[in-house]
């Protein structure tokens, strides 16, 4: 990953780690999210050019419209976590379950009451690893919910359900640097 844009620390950290979830160009008929290039899709991005997108062009997408929509506002552990939920869902979905998890109002905005009480104890490695936990729950329970809406996309549990792992560790052990 070779930006001349200067990107905060955290956020190359974050991207990185969703590039290589995400990968490359895909355009699978049975894939409900599209046409995608390293996670950009065309459905969100119809005037572009998706399958020449460069990675470049997709960290900047990336840092732009997802990273800077409330990312930057939280705690390393849960800045990754929105970031990857924001990649993988729709932007109220991906807020609703931090929300959820915190026991705040779900209304999938990501406002100064949400920020608040997410940060609140994030200094404490154990409540923190134990919220993602939580957050990454709740994901689980909506990629099921998918599945059984749609009996098509069943066929993507397992990578949706590796995906939730593979964050978990990297936010305990990249993010959190291996803090229990």
């Known amino acids: 990953m070779n ?3 200067k990107y905060p620390e955290l956020f190359l950290k974050a991207v990185k780690h969703v590039l290589a979830a995400e990968g490359g160009y895909v355009n699978d008929p049975n894939d409900a999210g599209g046409e995608t290039n390293y996670g950009i899709s065309k459905r969100q991005y119809p005037h572009l050019n998706i399958k ?5 062009d997709a960290i900047q997408i990336y840092y732009h419209d997802y990273w800077l929509q409330g990312c ?13 939920s924001l990649v993988n869902h729709r932007p109220k979905t991906a807020i609703k379950f931090l929300q959820m998890s915190f026991k705040v109002s779900a209304d999938g905005i990501l406002g100064p009451i949400s920020i608040s009480v997410i940060n609140r104890l994030k200094d404490n490695h154990e409540h923190t690893k134990s919220m993602i936990a939580l957050c990454l729950a709740y994901r689980a329970d909506f ?11 069943e066929r993507f549990m397992m990578g949706w359900l590796r995906r939730l792992f593979i964050l978990q560790q990297f936010i305990n052990i990249e993010v959190n640097h291996g803090s229990d």
């Open 3 to 5: 930006t001349e844009t």
């Open 52 to 56: 020449k997108l460069t990675i470049e």
């Open 72 to 84: 930057h506002k939280l705690a390393d552990a849960y800045a990754c976590f929105l970031f990857d």
């Open 143 to 153: 990629y099921h919910d998918l599945a059984v809406e749609n009996p098509t996309q």
